[in-house]
């Protein structure tokens, strides 16, 4: 095995084990404590949530949906474009038949 997969799994070891230890740290710790935890927690991810960077990737993120719904739309009426002018040549051609 190499080094590197070595590495990857003990990161998605780690991870696991948290997520173990987590499911039972309402019984672990004291009351006074988890509600500390919680306190900790949330101002947390409100910090990650105001950061610029967060803010920056959210901004990204839907001017990539937007810009990806134009294309899409684009897409669509390119297709029916191309499928009338194929549908007008072939009755054309039909015709002249």
């Known amino acids: 095995m ?6 990857l799994y003990a990161a998605i070891g780690a991870g ?3 997520v173990e230890k987590v ?3 309402r019984r672990i710790v004291d009351p006074s404590v988890y509600g500390d ?15 610029a960077p967060t803010k920056r990737a959210v901004d990204r993120t839907k001017t990539a949906r937007s810009q990806a719904k134009a294309a899409a739309t684009s ?6 474009a191309n499928a ?14």
Do not use: H, N, P
């Open 84 to 97: 009338t002018a194929a549908r007008s040549a072939a009755e054309k051609v039909a015709k002249a038949s």
């Open 37 to 51: 935890l919680v306190g900790r927690g949330r101002d947390l991810t409100g910090r990650i949530a105001k950061a």
């Open 23 to 25: 499911k039972d740290v």
């Open 75 to 80: 897409v669509r009426k390119a297709v029916r």
């Open 2 to 7: 190499t080094r590197t997969k070595e590495m």
């Open 16 to 18: 696991d084990l948290a």
